[in-house]
């Protein structure tokens, strides 16, 4: 039998989840709208409150069946069912399902991948907020039509790869998702109509800094105990070093130390490199 593989993914989602909370109150998972807002962690709070409301404003008139695909920690169908919407969740992560039933409990979760998904029945809107980028975008688009009603509607609020979009040597830029270019030309392929496309970018970039700031102060405890280790039990660090890059490999020890330490991670980075949309689009009849 194989090596199980770490989903670094799914606990850094739940550490995520658990680190917001305690900033901010409630367990959000996306991006700020920074517009208007100074950048510092007492502020992430009403920017993520100001992110909400902008994509809640692409809403078309309800109440409507939603399946929110990817539905994080369960704080936008707690929203949603508080404004009259029927929200159903899909979402992989045993740990953010059970967040999910607990910040929702009037929501039907579904415990997996949406490529697994089957729906006994067809929905008024498929929302995908920050998780279309970690489905591969045919089978997004095709499968998100598929569980829609006829008429109804899907709605993206996602980062983008510009035709910019580089890495240097081994380090990602900030940011990522599916190529833009490649995005439009699937949704013009596709049986819909574009209803609404407003780009974001700009407004949600300054959500980078503020990750930044904060892998800097873990960067600067690892450090100080990386010192102290090196001082009074230099064979302790010596094992540790060793036991961390034969966890982690090379690449992965380089990525997180440019990330614990690095300053590329900055909202003109985004910027250069990224699009964050949100599109409305309507499954025509």
Known sequence: ??????????????????????????????????????????????AQAAYTAKLFAFLPDGPLSILDIGGGA????????????????????????DRCRNNA??????????????AAERFNLCLFSESF???????????ALKVTQPGGHVLIAD????????????????????PIAKFRKAVAALPVEEL??????????????????????FGKAVDRIDSELLIKRPGTRWATAHLLKLILGRRRLARLDARLRGNFRTSEAFIRNNRYMITLLRKLP
């Open 159 to 178: 980062c983008f790869r510009s035709e910019g979009f580089a890495v240097a040597g081994e380090v990602r830029p900030p940011g990522g998702g599916h």
């Open 196 to 217: 609404a496309s407003e780009d974001i970018t700009e407004a949600v970039a300054p959500s980078i800094v503020l990750e930044q700031e904060l892998f800097h102060v």
């Open 105 to 118: 409990p009037q929501a039907k979760v579904h415990e997996m991948t949406f490529e697994d998904f089957e």
């Open 1 to 46: 039998m194989g090596k199980k593989r770490l989903d670094s993914r799914s606990v850094g989602l739940d550490v995520a989840a658990e680190l917001v909370k305690w900033l901010t109150g409630a367990e959000n998972l996306h991006y700020g709208l920074w517009t208007g807002l100074e950048v510092n962690a007492s502020n992430l709070g009403a």
């Open 74 to 97: 369960g704080e936008t169908a707690k929203e949603l069912i508080a404004l009259g919407h029927r929200v159903e969740i899909v979402v992989p992560s045993r740990c953010l399902a």
């Open 133 to 143: 980028q970690y489905i591969p975008l045919e089978t997004a688009l095709d499968k």
